[in-house]
Nanobody, 116 residues
């Protein structure tokens, strides 16, 4: 069974960079045709896709966040990461990592608050 676990700071100051890591167990992030994504849910709002890194290493980002988003991976650790720069309080949300052929697997989510 594939399991995902988010990690990172729960509090980030405005204008700083939010950095999160997703550790995958029970499966490889290089499995062909698997995609690994970051998704967030601001308080009182719906889910918002942030970006995806494919098993090939190619990345795809939401147009609305593309200028501030960077995703990477460490295949030796079976992890993928999210960096969101120049954060504001509007970036406060529960951040989820998810993956599989069709986001079959989800992490439990991590609350990130942007506040001074």
């Amino acid at each position: 069974q594939v399991q995902l676990q988010e990690s990172g700071p729960g509090l980030v100051k405005p204008s700083q960079t939010l950095s999160l890591t997703c550790t995958v167990s029970g499966g490889s992030i290089t499995t062909n045709y698997y995609y690994w994504s970051w998704i967030r849910q601001p308080p009182g709002k719906g889910l918002e896709w942030i970006g995806t890194i494919a098993s090939s290493g190619n990345t795809y980002y939401s147009p609305s966040l593309k200028s501030r988003t960077s995703m990477s991976r460490d295949t030796s650790k079976n992890q993928f990461t999210l960096q969101l720069s120049s954060v504001t309080p509007e970036d406060t949300a529960v951040y989820y990592c998810a993956g599989g052929e069709l986001v079959d697997y989800w992490g439990q989510g991590i609350q990130v608050t942007v506040s001074s």
